[in-house]
């Protein structure tokens, strides 16, 4: 089994910058893929970014220029760098990590940026 756990959520204004941790427990072997996914109220979850094990990166146009992922395999934890936030990018951010061709999730964390 694996625990995900985020962190670095919280409240910024327009324009700011948030960067997100998510850190992987348990019996680990190696994390194949993480992702990082949003849910906005009342809409569905989304890809925001996705890194691999070789390091190519994958991020959705609407954050791309402004997000970058990174992953520190020593530690089995995956970073979201977040610059020049928007209104738009309110939403709960979750981690998931490919372990093993399974996939698990991380509770989440909020980040609120208002205008």
């Not at 309110?90 to 991380?106: D, I």
Request: aromatic residues 10%; proline residues 3%; positive net charge.
């Amino acid at each position: 089994q694996v625990q995900l756990v985020e962190s670095g959520g919280g409240l910024v204004q327009a324009g700011g910058s948030l960067r997100l941790s998510c850190a992987a427990s348990g019996s680990i072997f190696s994390i194949n893929a993480w992702g990082w996914y949003r849910q906005p109220p009342g809409k569905q979850r989304e890809l925001v970014a996705f890194i691999d094990n070789g390091g190519s990166t994958n991020y959705a146009d609407s954050v791309k220029g402004r997000f970058t992922i990174s992953r520190d395999n020593a530690k089995n934890t995956v970073y979201l760098q977040m610059n020049s936030l928007k209104p738009a990018d309110t939403a709960v951010y979750l981690c998931n990590a490919v372990h093993l061709l399974r996939g698990y999730w991380g509770q989440g964390t909020q980040v609120t940026v208002s205008s």
